[in-house]
């Protein structure tokens, strides 16, 4: 037994040079020490040469091969950062796999004792349990950890945008967080902290920044309306444990002789069995009443600081640090109002320090407000802009503000220059790590395709998108816009294959024949046929260099893509809603060995439960309860919970506009019994916007009567019929405004900056502008004209000739319904009337045959 | 661009052939002729034709039988019914305006009446066929009985979408004359052949007619008119939080790896007096060595040699130190498995011990409570030792008081399996002072 244990403490040194001589040992440890002076003072190349002569004492040594790596990595200039990837993945296999080696001498050890000592039944099933996941535990052994390997990594993927790989790799780190070192556990909070935010995950920022304030108990020292967090905390945290003692065993009268046993055992875990067994029980048993306040110092869940000692050395960086991270988890959450305080309390923090970053936040505050005056006087007051990378920034959001502003042409301006800022941050040297993750310029080019689309340049815009596309592939809203790019490019006939818009507004007419003989021939302009056919079979295919080709094919193809990343989004959400239960799941998938374990589920439960406090704290409106007295905790988790109604309600929105899009593009397709499909999905989700509502009936209609089931179309329509022959508004203009304005903005208290609530309040003129969309009488005009189409069609001429009436009346421009007026006319044989609309109509043109045949010829 | 019926090839031949009708080729010739061309796309043909032949102005009585002749020998080799133009036929037959020589024509070319159905009549030309006409050789049926005859055996509509199989012409006529005067007068028509007198060409109301057939042949369309429907373009999704702003990253630097060569001894005395509490109860003095180690280092718990498995083994000898170790783990994603090993444990007065301690210190899973409180009762009820059992009723009793005291557990959960043990062993003081106990709680 004893050359075991001792085999297997002794187990790191089993590689190294004769690890029980003294003398190389500290050899060693002085070089190390050297190493990492050299490389704190960013002496690369004396680093590397230490290193090596390191490397030959400790040949093979993980933690020497990773360190020379890193050093030259940084020496080199960072020039090949996949490479890097590369050689740290392979030190950190090699470092497994030693680690396993090792782990399975101490096993081999260790099993033979474990079959002698315990008989019992069940060490059969337990063992295999505890085995399995052995393994993972010994990783973090000292001499193989690979913790900061794998911290490493993680840097590298977040300097490359490559956020889901890093939280691929900081993930299972953070899980296992505990037993790693607290400088390096920092780090990696830190770094899955801004890979979360980056990947806008409300719910692992909250969590990670709840474990950061609880851990480093930075964020419960704070100023002002805070401070009395970290007191409520703790006596909370006293109340539980105190609430023990005093309905403890000792106050029970049916055992009158445990008070004095208590009093006379003083230390009754010696181990020796006293005489009465019983009584020894009982005195221990009520021990843990006597000594709770050292049961207390025990306590070290989460609820506790990690380390009071830590906290000094982060200091107030580090305070300042978690504020401002704070301050973006509330601006990502879009909870303003908390978001104000916060950026106000890191000012407080940053007090004459360099505070650009605040100031930025605080910009961006007012941006989100919709305060765009004050956020471009803040941007002014906070940038450095000698510098490259902060001054991309500085143009990327003033060019935001400024389309916000309805001034695209300016946004462009500033875009543009952002991202020439951008393209000579590339070029600066030496080139650092760092650089990488500065390059925003695939961020600023989405938005730049949407400054594009509000300009109406679909082609351009898709273009950027598709560059946009690398890093926003996952996003449904990438994928309508390029949908949207589509269908603009459609409308205006810069696709090939389509008419050109002229064509598409204007009843076109050919004169033939002069005098007598002069004839009409009305072109059926409008018909689309024609667009099926151009459809290439070229499809755009994503990340090709080549150009998209825009065509409502692939319209299709991204709604259809925006639709299943919605769908995804929509049952990860759900998940979120529940948040101990999400954790819980995702902890289940993950260790599927521990799973079968009963106690698995509650166990787990643990870490979440403080964030369970105060689930629907959201009330039904969407406004957001301020948590007066509330904790940190509450406040991150309402914001979660706030954050996570937002999201679910812009999901519906922009499911409403993908299945529209969808049933529209379908019927452009003249695939009506799709376009069918599409309507009534449409219709039937769940708080639908009535302008959506509206267009779900007019397309299912539509597709109805292409399928020749003209009275069920007419059900579509006439749910919109008031009375025989009269149209109800299908939507207000307050519907408008309010699919505009559906993010819930918090609002000012009506003493300070009144004008800016009211600001973002309304939509603005310029955000009513690019709402290109029928008025609601121009809608009461569609359903009429509509509906005039539908019965003459059925040949119930007399109304459909009071139904286009009405229609004329209201759409006085419409071609459709002047083709259908005309049509109706010459129906019932009236061509005189037909041919006085045709030229009281101002959208015909004349054209002249002779040159049409020629054309043709 | 919309669709033309017609490709130029399909326009010349047309043209010429109207043209050549006035000419002495018999129809016959002329219908060989035009059938020449394979790629010739008879229902465009015959389907332009048809709408030439609406319009009564439009082309000359020669060319309009050329034209019949065209519309019925496109489809004579399948049954008349299936003539897409039959219909179009027979109503022209039997349209009481046109002139009777060619409502005989058409009836001719549909077999009407004679079973000999000679093809005699088109050995002529088509002037001729006028000039040879005898009103009175010719009866003229019921449009019913032709339709009979004709249409009855016809298909069902082929499937047309509702709105175009509603479609109406598309050419109007839209005559340029002077107010007043009829356009279809016969004073015009002899105007309009005075006007082709050479020089005078370009007078008000009048108009090349050759002209206006060969555009309207060259623009015709299959489609005709049909009525439109309004499909709205949905309305861009409003841009709110789209926009991506900026924000200066945090830089996370490469990090160095303290551990490289650092001393790996770290707690090798701990380890070692660990390894030791597993074999027996350590001294006191060790036993506060180890304590006092692990409250100063937070990790060494993490390095100190202890596996779940070792855990029986620690809690039996030195139960203090197991619960010291399980609190410090207690965030360890390890400590699942430390808990399935202690529920698993025999029963014993120090695992006991070490769970009621855990009870107090961190707030254990229920689930594993409530499994190792039935563990605990199932123990007592299997042991065979009268003794032996009554020690371990009485140790159960106590700590399920303690738990039920200090809101450990929930009574409603356990309630039946407590009931049932304390009246299994009433006999025992401590067992009807828990049944007690859960009386008052109920």
């Known amino acids: 037994m004893d050359s075991r244990d001792s085999s297997s403490s002794s187990v790191p040194n089993r590689d190294g040079t004769a690890g029980d001589d003294d003398g190389v040992l500290s050899v060693t440890a002085a070089l190390a020490k050297d190493a990492a002076l050299y490389f704190q003072s960013r002496k690369f190349a004396e680093c590397v040469d230490v290193l090596t002569q390191l490397k030959t004492k400790k040949e093979g040594d993980p933690k020497v091969l990773h360190n020379i790596a890193i050093a030259e990595f940084l020496r080199d200039g960072c020039s090949d950062p996949k490479k890097m990837l590369e050689v740290l993945n392979n030190i950190k296999k090699r470092s497994e796999e030693l680690a396993h080696a090792s782990e399975e001498q101490v096993e081999s050890g260790s099993d033979v004792g474990n079959k002698v000592t315990s008989g019992s039944k069940e060490s059969g099933s337990t063992t295999h349990q505890v085995s399995a996941s052995h393994s993972a535990s010994t990783i973090y052994t000292a001499e193989f950890d690979t913790s900061v390997i794998s911290l490493n990594i993680a840097v590298i993927w977040f300097h490359l945008h490559e956020y889901a790989k890093a939280l691929s790799v900081l993930e299972p780190l953070y899980k296992n967080i505990e037993p790693i070192d607290e400088t390096t556990a920092l780090h990696i909070c830190l770094l899955l902290l801004d890979v979360v935010l980056a990947s806008c995950d409300a719910s692992k920022s909250a969590d990670v920044l709840n474990y950061l304030e609880k851990a480093f108990g930075v964020g419960n020292v704070s100023q002002g309306d805070n401070g009395n967090i970290l007191l409520q905390q703790s006596t909370n945290l006293v109340g539980k444990l105190s609430s023990v003692p005093s309905s403890s065993l000792v106050s029970d009268a049916s ?43 025990l306590t070290s869940p989460k609820e506790l600081p990690r380390t009071t000692v830590d906290r000094s050395i982060f200091g107030v960086d580090l305070k300042l640090k978690l504020q401002l991270y704070k301050v973006r988890f509330l601006l990502l959450t879009r909870n303003i109002k908390l978001a104000k305080r916060e950026v106000k309390h890191a000012m407080n923090i940053a007090r004459g320090r360099e505070s650009s970053t605040a100031l930025l936040l605080k910009a961006q505050l007012e941006y989100a407000r919709g305060n765009h005056r004050k956020a471009i006087k803040l941007l002014m007051a906070s940038t450095n802009r000698t510098d490259t990378a902060i001054s991309s920034m500085f143009n990327n959001n003033l060019g935001c503000i400024y389309y916000k502003l309805g001034k695209y042409h300016t946004s462009a301006v500033f875009f543009s220059k952002a991202l020439s800022n951008c393209s000579s941050l590339q070029k600066e040297k030496p080139l650092k790590l760092f650089t990488f993750s500065q390059d925003k310029s695939l961020h600023i080019t989405y938005n730049c395709g949407l400054q594009y689309l509000a300009c109406g340049k679909p082609i351009i815009a898709a273009r950027c998108f598709q560059k946009a596309s690398l890093i926003f592939y996952k996003r449904p809203l990438l994928w309508l816009r390029l949908a949207e790019c589509c269908l603009m490019a459609v409308e205006k ?119 369970t406090l105060s689930v629907g704290l959201v009330n039904s409106n969407g406004d957001l309860k301020e948590p007066k007295a509330g904790t940190n905790q509450e406040m991150i988790h309402n914001s979660v919970a706030y954050f996570a109604d937002i999201c679910r309600k812009e999901n519906q929105m922009m499911k409403q506009a993908l299945l529209a899009n969808l049933a529209y593009v379908e019927l452009e397709l003249e695939n009506p019994l799709k376009a069918l499909l599409a309507a009534r999905s449409l219709l039937e989700l769940p708080g639908c916007s009535r302008i959506y509502i509206f267009l779900g009936h007019v397309y299912a209609a539509e597709a109805l009567c292409l399928l020749n089931k003209p009275k069920e179309a007419v059900e579509h329509l006439s749910i919109y019929l008031s009375g025989p022959n009269k149209v109800e508004s299908p939507f207000s203009q307050e519907d408008c405004e309010q699919w505009l304005t559906e993010k819930p903005i918090d609002c000012e208290e009506p003493n300070g900056g009144g004008g800016a609530a009211t600001a973002a309040k309304n939509p603005s003129p310029e955000g009513m502008q690019e709402f290109m969309f029928l008025k609601p009488e121009e809608a009461c005009g569609t359903l009429y004209a509509n509906l005039a189409a539908l019965y003459a069609t059925q040949g119930e001429l007399d109304r459909a000739h009071q139904f286009t009436t009405q229609a004329l009346s209201l759409l006085p421009n419409s071609t459709e319904a002047t083709m259908t007026a005309i049509y109706i006319d010459l129906v019932l044989g009236k061509s005189q009337e037909a041919l006085s609309k045709l030229k009281r109509c101002s959208h015909v043109r004349f054209l002249s045959s002779n040159l049409q045949s020629n054309k043709s010829s | 661009m919309g669709k033309k019926m017609l490709n130029f090839e399909e326009q010349c031949k047309i043209l010429n052939l109207l043209k050549s009708s006035s000419e002495q080729k018999s129809i016959e010739e002329m219908l060989t002729e035009f059938f020449t061309n394979p790629k010739l796309r008879h229902f465009n043909v015959c389907y332009s034709l048809s709408l030439l032949l609406q319009d009564k102005m439009m082309l000359s009585s020669t060319e309009r039988l050329v034209a019949f002749a065209i519309l019925h020998r496109s489809y004579s080799s399948q049954k008349s019914a299936a003539n897409p133009f039959i219909s179009f036929l027979v109503n022209a037959a039997c349209d009481e305006g046109a002139e009777n020589y060619e409502r005989a024509f058409i009836l001719h070319l549909l077999g009407f009446g004679n079973s000999n159905s000679s093809k005699e009549f088109l050995k002529q030309s088509a002037s001729e066929y006028i000039k040879k006409f005898d009103p009175s050789s010719q009866t003229f049926p019921q449009k019913e009985q032709l339709q009979k005859q004709y249409l009855e055996k016809a298909h069902p509509e082929p499937y047309a979408c509702l709105l175009k199989s509603t479609a109406v012409k598309n050419v109007l006529a839209d005559p340029d004359v002077p107010p007043g005067c009829d356009a279809n007068s016969a004073e015009c028509v002899s105007q309009d052949v005075f006007d082709l007198e050479p020089g005078a060409k370009s007078k008000l109301g009048s108009g090349d007619r050759d002209e206006a057939l060969s555009g309207l042949i060259a623009n015709l369309s299959l489609e005709g008119l049909i009525p439109h429907w309004i499909r709205p373009l949905p309305p861009r999704f409003p841009v709110d939080e789209e926009l991506v702003w900026l924000n200066p990253d945090n830089n996370h630097e490469l990090q160095w790896d303290q551990g490289m060569c650092a001393d790996t001894s770290r707690g090798a005395a701990v380890r070692d007096l660990i390894a030791k509490a597993l074999r027996g109860p350590l001294a006191p003095n060790q036993q506060e060595q180890v304590l006092v180690e692990l409250a100063n280092d937070p990790k060494l718990v993490y390095h100190c040699g202890l596996t779940p498995r070792k855990l029986p083994e620690l809690v039996e000898s030195n139960p203090l130190i197991a619960v010291d170790v399980l609190i410090k783990l207690i965030n360890s994603p390890e400590i699942a498995e430390y808990f399935t090993v202690l529920v698993n444990m025999d029963m014993s007065l120090h695992s006991m011990e070490v769970v009621n301690r855990l009870t107090t210190a961190v707030e254990l899973p229920k689930e594993f409570v409530r499994t190792y409180i039935t563990n605990c009762i199932s123990s007592c009820e299997n042991i065979k030792d009268k003794y032996m059992q009554n020690r371990l009723v009485r140790l159960v009793c106590v700590f399920l008081q303690s738990l039920i005291r200090n809101r450990i557990i929930d009574v409603k959960d356990l309630f039946i399996e407590v009931q049932a043990f304390c009246i299994e062993f009433s006999r025992i003081r401590e067992a009807a002072g828990l049944f007690r106990l859960l009386k008052t709680l109920e």
């Open chain 1, 493 to 611: 006939g810069l696709v090939e294959g389509s008419r050109p818009p002229s064509n598409r507004s204007e009843i076109r007419v050919d004169v033939i024949g002069k005098g007598r003989w002069r004839k009409l021939l009305i072109e059926d302009g409008i018909s689309r046929s024609g667009l099926v056919e151009s459809v290439g079979k070229d499809d755009w295919a994503l990340g090709g260099d080549e150009e998209p080709k825009l065509s409502l094919p692939l319209a299709r193809q991204c709604l259809y893509n925006a639709l299943h990343l919605l769908n995804c989004s929509d049952s990860s959400r759900l998940k979120c809603l529940l948040p101990s239960n999400s954790s819980l799941e995702e902890n289940e998938s993950s260790d599927g060995a521990s799973s079968k374990n009963p106690n698995h589920k509650s166990l787990v439960g643990i870490d979440s439960k403080p964030s």
């Open chain 1, 255 to 297: 055992t009158p002789d445990l008070a004095a046993s208590v009093n006379a055992s003083e230390n009754p875990l010696s181990g020796t069995l006293s005489e009465d067994p019983l009584d020894e029980m009982f005195s221990t048993l009520d021990i843990s009443g006597q000594n709770l306040s050292r049961s207390a110092d």
